[in-house]
């Protein structure tokens, strides 16, 4: 079965320190894996995906599949970062999609 | 611009009645998905379609069927709504073949009274 875990439900830095939001996920075979996020009062929407290798608005994320995680990671967390963050995983050719239940990230001035 | 559209923003409804949420994608993607969203449990599979008049149960499909008779359009039907599906139900669309992303609709914000 796909499962994803997000450990944290609120992570609260402050402006200009690291921030790390953790997923660990769940499956046997070649997972896809993604970062949603959902700012106030907007939609949902893709953050970055690991198969792409991309860097997003100063976010990164490794798929580490010894460990099953994939990380969210930014070295200098901005207060426009504040959002809900929800980490996706797909089994690579699966039609399903399924999510973490989230991590609050709040980024104080 | 936008792709996924949701019919409502809002609906209160009674216990008991019939309730239809519907969900239009002009992107041409196979996949179709409906997700409910609750504080603290995240975002948690209803149902999801992966072909017209095809479908899969998620996680939580007790309480909810869903409708595909297009492509472009993906039905959550409540048969008898519940106080306890008082929820956002969030729909999104994906092409996962294509490497694109799901994009996602506004919301419903339903409340069953």
């Known amino acids: 079965a796909q499962r994803v875990t997000q450990p944290e439900k609120l992570l609260s830095v402050f402006k200009g320190a690291p921030v790390e939001l953790k997923c660990n996920y769940s499956?046997?075979?070649?997972?896809?894996l993604f970062w949603y996020v959902q700012y106030s009062r907007q939609r949902l929407q893709l953050l970055l995906r690991?198969?792409s290798r991309e860097s997003i608005k100063g976010f990164t994320a490794d798929l580490n599949k010894g460990e099953t995680s994939f990380h969210l990671k930014k070295p200098f967390a901005q207060e426009e970062d504040s959002a809900m963050y929800y980490c996706?995983?797909?089994?690579?050719?699966?039609?399903?999609?399924?999510f973490g239940k989230g991590t609050k990230l709040t980024v104080n001035p | 611009d936008v792709k996924v559209t949701q019919s409502s923003r809002y609906l209160v409804k009674r216990t008991g009645e019939k309730v239809f949420l519907e969900c239009v994608q002009d992107?041409?993607?196979?996949?179709m998905f409906w997700y409910r969203q609750d504080p603290g449990l995240g975002l948690r599979l209803i149902y999801f379609?992966?072909?017209?008049?095809?479908?899969e149960k998620g996680d939580i499909p007790e309480g909810y069927s869903v409708s595909r008779e297009k492509k472009e359009r993906f039905s959550l039907i409540l048969e008898s709504a519940s106080t306890n599906q008082t929820s956002m139900y969030l729909c999104?669309?994906?092409?996962?073949?294509?490497?694109?992303?799901?994009?996602f609709g506004q919301g419903t914000r339903l409340t069953v009274v």
């Open positions: 379609s992966y072909d017209v008049k095809m479908k």
């Open positions: 499956y046997s075979g070649s997972p896809e």
């Open positions: 999104a669309s994906w092409a996962p073949r294509g490497n694109t992303e799901a994009f």
């Open positions: 996706a995983l797909s089994s690579g050719g699966s039609e399903k999609l399924v």
């Open positions: 992107m041409d993607h196979e996949n």
């Open positions: 690991h198969i």
